[in-house]
Every structure is written in structure tokens, then in C-alpha cells.
């Protein structure tokens, strides 16, 4: 029930193109979801964050669609570019995030 | 410059060998956590302390230890009873107001042979 499962492992888009990651977990308990971005030989850094009172939330090119009912959520990268190419990691947590649960994360290569 | 160090970056170790990776945080967190990050696995929780003086264990606790004697500081300690030790480790602070991200550092590689 802790578990929090995210698809593809790895992605290769062409720079200009959307990118998309899915998630999906399992207890409903959870009400924060973030996504975090991890580039080689570095710590994540929060990228975006929702929570389950709105379907969807955009900051410039990302955006994150969230389905309660299907408790999946996924991360969309619009015009795609180099820089955008790092892992990616999905989280959930209940409870103000004081732990949270990631998924195994997306290597994502933008080709240009 | 707020942050958290992680050191050092890269450690080698001896199998049989207890080491230990320190973290300081001047974010003023009172909270803090220890993962390990194995490739396909994501980030996986090793211990986290929410004050000084006192932590609880994540979900992989099994042959690590922690010690939370004062705020900025975080250390854990890989034991030899730890039988994959060799992974990437980071350290994560977070803010006391409601889902206040986590911070990392940036890791510590450790490899034991």
C-alpha cells in the first residue's frame, strides 16, 4: 500500500516534443505529490508539486495532471529541450510530506 | 549560502569496515532524512529525525545507524552488517510548514570492496 510505481524506466524524446511520465500508487491517505528532477552527480530538486483538491497545475513547461479516482498522476514536459534531460522521480505523501514514498524513476534524454 | 553538505563525495571502503557519512544542513531544518539510491529503485528511506535527540527508522534500517546530537547535523554510519552497502547516499532536510520540500544534499558514492 506504500508503494508508489512510475512508468516508463527510460525515455527518449526529440528536443520540441512532450515528454510524459505516469505514476500510480495506492493509498488513498496520500495528499501531496510531488516530482523532483535529479541531474548526474546531483541531489533532486523539487521541479513541481500537487495536491488532490485540483485535477491539474502548470508552471511553464511542466505541468502535472492528476486523477484521484484512478490514483495515477503524471508529469508532462512540453517543447522539450537538452537541458530538460535528468531522472525524474514521483513521490507521494500524506500528512504534510514528512515521509515520502518515490517512485523507482525516468531517465529522460531530450536528442536535439 | 543555505544548503547541505555531503561528505565526502566519493568513499571506499574495505568489506568488513563500518564508515561513516557525515551531513550538515544550515537551513535550519529541524527535520532530516538518510536515502539510498539504487539504479531502478528510486530513493529508498533509510532513518529520518524530526528533532534532536530523536529518530525513527525508515524502511531499509537494517544495518545502518544514525545519531542526532545537534540540529545541523545528521550523520549515519554503515555498518558491515549492511550487505549492499555500495550505493549512492543522500541526505535531506525539510522545513517545519506544511509540505515544505525536502532538500538534498549532493550524495555521498559509496563503494565497498
Known amino acids: 500500500q506504500q508503494q508508489v510505481k512510475q512508468s516508463p524506466q527510460s525515455l527518449i524524446v526529440q528536443k520540441g516534443g512532450i515528454s510524459i511520465i505516469n505514476c500510480a500508487y495506492e493509498n488513498t491517505a496520500f495528499d501531496y505529490f510531488p516530482w523532483y528532477q535529479q541531474f548526474p552527480g546531483k541531489g533532486p530538486a523539487l521541479l513541481i508539486a500537487i495536491r488532490p483538491d485540483v485535477s491539474e497545475k502548470k508552471e511553464g513547461r511542466f505541468t502535472i495532471s492528476f486523477n484521484k479516482s484512478a490514483k495515477q498522476f503524471s508529469l508532462h514536459i512540453m517543447d522539450s529541450q537538452p537541458g530538460d534531460s535528468a531522472t525524474y522521480f514521483c513521490a507521494a505523501g500524506g500528512q504534510g510530506a514528512q515521509k515520502l514514498v518515490f517512485g523507482q524513476g525516468t531517465r529522460l534524454t531530450i536528442n536535439p | 549560502d543555505g544548503g547541505i553538505t555531503q561528505s565526502p563525495k566519493y568513499l571506499f571502503r574495505k568489506e568488513g569496515q563500518n564508515v561513516t557519512l557525515s551531513c550538515e544542513q544550515n537551513?535550519?531544518?529541524?527535520?532530516m532524512y538518510w536515502y539510498r539510491q539504487d539504479p531502478g529503485q528510486g530513493l529508498r528511506l533509510i532513518y529520518y529525525?524530526?528533532?534532536?535527540?530523536?529518530?525513527q527508522k525508515g524502511d531499509i534500517a537494517e544495518g545502518y545507524s544514525v545519531s542526532r546530537e545537534k540540529k545541523e547535523s545528521f550523520p549515519l554510519t554503515v555498518t558491515s552488517a549492511q550487505k549492499n552497502p555500495t550505493a549512492f547516499y543522500l541526505c535531506a532536510s525539510r522545513g517545519e510548514t506544511l509540505n515544505s520540500p525536502l532538500h538534498f544534499g549532493n550524495g555521498t558514492r559509496l563503494t565497498v570492496t
Open positions: 529525525s524530526q528533532i534532536v535527540n530523536d529518530f
Open positions: 537551513l535550519n531544518h529541524d527535520a
